[in-house]
């Protein structure tokens, strides 16, 4: 893994690299495929609304925002406009995508839109049940690897037991790509899956079938697109795309039709790889900054956002 050539801050590489050394690194990114694998299978509606970075990012701020609000400030919380400016600072999307993809939100029931007091054109965005449920899983799915790369806290007990964590946990992530943390764009290759509906999902699917193709003495896969394509509900053909962008980029090698057979190169797995050890050391980092900031028999109490 040559991450030292990747143009991120200091502290980010040497986290990283502290990360793929640990002797627990290779089976903490099979669980973290698994389980974020089964949070998207067969959730067609799931893979339209946070399958890929920018929407990833945007749902961040959003967790960010609602789980920090401040309940004695009716200014406080999530809004389509405050969305709309951090997309714009960080140059994901424009403000109709925004837009589009929170009306998306609501009509897939993860939110609600609720009147302010202060200005009745406002509109403050909250999670609906749905919605913190579907939080709580993709923080687990982030939290139950990294106790297999440290000690230093029971990452879950504290989710269950300090209700400040959650929220956090989800800003930390956010200054921490802001100072430098958002690695997919310094990786093009890595654009490939996580600029597509379900690509990092697909990335998975692959290195997954890889690991046990290994483990019977081979380096050939199967990944029919059509399979692919019914669990994630995207279209054969987004599939197929993505699997012959990749070999054009050098990641594998298609020795059958319709993925009956693809050989995965060494260059798809350090991809994989690289990507992991990146997001575990910026998580990791965000999972213990929330962990220390509020001690855990400290009763829970509002956050200004």
């Not at 790369?149 to 989710?159: I, N, P, Q, R, T």
Request: neutral net charge.
């Amino acid at each position: 893994m040559n991450i030292d050539a990747i143009d991120l801050p200091k502290w980010f590489i040497d986290d990283a690299k502290a990360v793929y050394r640990h002797d627990n690194f290779q089976a903490a990114l099979r669980l973290f495929a698994q389980l974020s694998i089964e949070i998207f299978h067969r959730n067609f509606m799931l893979v339209r609304v946070v399958s890929e970075e920018t929407r990833y990012m945007i749902g961040a701020a959003l967790l960010a925002l609602c789980l920090n609000r401040d309940a004695s400030d009716p200014s406080s919380g999530a809004t389509l406009s405050k969305l709309r400016l951090f997309s714009a600072q960080n140059n994901l999307s424009g403000p109709n995508r925004v837009s589009a993809l929170v009306a998306l939100m609501v009509h897939s029931g993860y939110l609600r839109q609720d009147s302010v007091s202060f200005d009745r054109r406002v509109k403050r965005l909250e999670l609906t049940e749905r919605g913190l449920s579907l939080a709580h899983s993709f923080t687990v799915a982030m939290l139950r690897p990294l106790q297999l790369l440290s000690e230093k806290h029971k990452y879950e007990d504290v989710l269950h037991s300090n209700p400040r964590f959650i929220g956090n946990f989800y800003a930390e992530i956010l200054r921490l790509y802001a100072e430098g943390g958002r690695f997919a764009p310094k990786i093009p290759v890595y654009s490939l899956f996580v600029d597509q509906n379900g690509g990092r999902e697909i990335l998975f699917i692959l290195w997954l079938a890889l690991i046990d193709a290994e483990a019977a003495g081979q380096r050939t896969v199967s990944c029919s697109y059509g399979e692919i394509a019914r669990s994630l509900g995207v279209s054969r053909g987004h599939v197929r795309r993505l699997i012959e962008s990749s070999e054009k980029n050098g990641l594998l090698i298609i020795q059958a039709a319709g993925g009956r057979s693809v050989e995965l190169l060494p260059k798809f797995v350090d991809l994989v790889e690289t990507m992991a050890a990146l997001e575990f050391a910026l998580v990791l980092r965000a999972a213990d900054a929330a962990a220390a900031a509020v001690p855990a028999d400290e009763p829970p109490g509002p956050i200004a956002p």
